[in-house]
């Protein structure tokens, strides 16, 4: 089994910035990670992913700009650090873990089959 923990939420004014974390454990190798939201009453969403060197990173283009994904395998913990932020970034903030190989690096659901507890973010205007 794979375990992620997130942290960093909380709640910040419009403009600020926030930086989470997601720290692995277990025992299997993770290919990609990704950041996912959901808003209440929406559906997830992708956010940003990394691949497993760091290297290859894409964004959603509602954070484009905004947000960088990055990761220390070291330290075995990808980050996601959020600036701009806007009201509409307030949602419930999902850490993934891909542990199979894949041709390409995924931005959906059902690709990513380790996830977080997610962390709370709120933006107040």
């Known amino acids: 089994q794979v375990q992620l923990v997130e942290s960093g939420g909380g709640l910040v004014q419009a403009g600020g910035s926030l930086r989470l974390s997601c720290v692995q454990s277990?025992?299997?190798?993770?290919?990609?990670m990704a950041w996912f939201r959901q808003a209440p009453g929406k559906e997830r969403d992708f956010v940003a992913r990394i691949s497993w060197s760091g290297g290859n990173t894409y964004y959603a283009d509602s954070v484009k700009g905004r947000f960088t994904i990055s990761r220390d395998n070291a330290m075995k913990t990808v980050y996601l650090q959020m600036s701009s932020l806007k009201p509409e970034d307030t949602a419930v903030y999902y850490c993934?873990?891909?542990?199979?190989?894949?041709?390409?690096?995924?931005?959906?659901?059902?690709?990513?089959?380790?996830w977080g507890q997610g962390t709370q973010v709120t933006i107040s205007s």
């Open positions: 277990g025992p299997f190798f993770i290919y990609h």
């Open positions: 993934a873990a891909k542990t199979f190989p894949s041709a390409s690096i995924p931005t959906t659901i059902k690709d990513y089959n380790f």
